[in-house]
């Protein structure tokens, strides 16, 4: 599938990878399909912090900092559905309790959760609430809107540079396929 209409569906994949928006490719994915997904990152980045800064206009009026800056995090981290909090968490796992490079990517592949993934986990809850709570107006709708274009422009760079080291699976297709120059100049 070549032209406008291979963009669009690696726009729908953008969003069906980065949020929880349902499905709107309903057969296999190809592999050049998902890497031209990474071009979209950033807009999808863009589109969640627009959500972000929408739900506080509702919500900030009604609620203290503390209590909207939680239901805001927490918000952010159901649409996106939970990856780069779970992402953290097994990363800290593996980092902090493997042995060797191949325990580490094993623990970083089991679903469960251990201790350092809990506290790191945590730790950035805690942080991201007590910054978000400390900001007000405009400052804090620039960063709930720039924190996740930052953050998918972050995986566009990873994803471009640096080595996919598992043999197989869905990062692999984004690191083979992804264009870079396209992508990185996106971001």
Known sequence: MRGARGWLVSLAIAFQFLTILPSLIRR???PGEVGRAV???PLVGLAIGLV??????????WLPPLVSSALLVAFSIVLTGGLHFDGLMDCADGLFGGR???HRL???RDSRTGSFGVLAGSMVLI????AL?????????LALLTAPLLGRIAMVLGICTIRYVRPAGLGRW????APRAVAVLGS
Do not use: K
């Open 133 to 141: 709570s400390s900001l007000s107006g405009s400052l804090r709708q």
């Open 52 to 61: 972000l800064v929408g739900v506080d206009l509702l919500i900030s009026p």
């Open 100 to 102: 060797d490079p191949e």
């Open 106 to 108: 094993e623990i970083m």
């Open 28 to 30: 296999d994915l190809v």
């Open 39 to 41: 071009c979209w990152f």
């Open 174 to 177: 984004f690191s083979d396929y």
């Open 127 to 130: 942080l991201q609430v007590a």
